[in-house]
């Protein structure tokens, strides 16, 4: 079949387009499989590294429940070991998830179980020091609440008062205006200033807690003259 002038000309208009761009496109085609290539390789790859955080936190977990049937209290020399350990590992090779501040948590209270405070310090600051956000952002402003509740307590413990007390009124409580209450006026105890302990535990009544603890806590304060 004998082809027109206008069929010769596409023709070679074609030629000299593909002379022009064709390596362009090749090139664009390589780079574009080689980068979803390279998008597949870092999905897979930090799948297996979220899937590797959570087997860790997992096993903490398992761990903090298998002697007691509440997380973190009271376990053997051996399991405390062992959370704390985990909790190491998560943070060193998987800081950036939420299962490595998680485990944090559970290592500062074993460390506070044994009375390593310094550590216990460590392990809560690093938590605040990594605070997340974005789609975890409801679930990461409840664990840096009760993260910066803890070290309040380990402050507290460590005799370091102003610390304490510092930390606690830098913070907006929220759901855990009782708790944080509460341990304001654990501070003005150990800072011997009953009157303003008496108006925090009564703060905390307030925001809800009704605890005997808090009850006790309350009616051991010396009567206001």
Do not use: C
Not at 9 to 23: A, H
Not at 72 to 97: N, P, T, V, Y
Not at 207 to 215: K, T
Request: no cysteine; hydrophobic share 45%; aromatic share 8%.
């Amino acid at each position: 079949m004998a082809i027109n002038a206008t069929e010769e000309e596409t023709i070679e208009s074609l030629k000299k387009w593909w002379e022009e761009n064709g390596k362009q496109l090749v090139l664009l085609v390589i780079v574009g499989l080689a980068a979803f290539t390279a998008w597949l390789l870092w999905t897979n790859s930090r799948n297996a590294d979220i899937d590797s955080a959570s087997d860790m936190y997992e096993e903490i977990l398992s761990i903090a429940l298998s002697d007691t049937g509440e997380p973190g209290l009271l376990l053997s020399e051996e399991d405390s070991s062992q959370i704390i350990q985990l909790s190491e590992k998560l943070r060193f090779g998987h800081s950036a998830s939420m299962y490595a501040k998680l485990g944090s948590l559970f290592a500062a209270q074993q460390l506070v179980q044994r009375k390593d405070l310094d550590a216990a310090e460590s392990a809560l600051q690093w938590i605040l020091d990594n605070e997340q956000g974005g789609v975890f952002s409801d679930a990461d402003e409840g664990l840096m609440l009760t993260a910066n509740f803890r070290l309040g307590r380990v402050f507290l413990a460590k005799g370091d008062t102003e610390r304490a007390l510092a930390l606690v009124n830098s913070v907006d409580p929220k759901a855990f205006e009782a708790a944080y209450a509460e341990l304001r006026g654990d501070i003005y105890i150990a800072m011997g200033r009953a009157v303003d302990a008496r108006e925090a535990y009564v703060a905390a009544q307030e925001a809800g807690s009704n605890s005997d603890v808090l009850r006790m806590k309350l009616d051991d304060l010396p009567t206001e003259s």
